[in-house]
């Protein structure tokens, strides 16, 4: 089973993620800047997840090929990051109520 292992760092006010393919002991750095940008200074952590960690995630490519395939879209809409913030609560919701 490969699984992956995200990592979101914000280094100098700059998001970016660690992804690690634990299976083949892989990992990449990386950088949202090429990306697309928020229309704001507040929503940079949401654009990072989206723009890689969604798009990792719903592409069935090997994971070196899904780096390759991501989106570079201009902007996401307000549905987009939206859908982006409720992935994130049902996974802190879910890790808390199952949290031993």
């Known amino acids: 089973m490969?699984?992956?292992v995200f990592i979101p760092y914000?280094?100098?006010f700059h998001w970016i993620v660690i992804v690690i393919d634990l299976f083949s002991m892989d990992?990449?750095?990386?950088d949202s800047a090429p990306g697309p940008m928020q229309?704001?200074?507040k929503q940079c952590g949401i654009h990072a997840m989206r723009y890689f960690m969604?798009?990792?995630m719903s592409d069935p490519s090997p994971l070196p090929l899904k780096l390759k395939n991501l989106s570079h879209k201009k902007a996401f809409t307000d549905k987009e990051i939206n859908e982006v913030r409720m992935d994130f609560?049902?996974?802190?919701?879910?890790?808390i109520m199952n949290y031993p």
């Open 2 to 4: 490969n699984e992956i």
């Open 39 to 41: 229309p704001d200074g």
């Open 89 to 95: 609560f049902m996974f802190i919701q879910e890790y």
């Open 10 to 12: 914000n280094p100098w």
């Open 27 to 30: 990992v990449y750095w990386l």
């Open 54 to 56: 969604r798009g990792i």
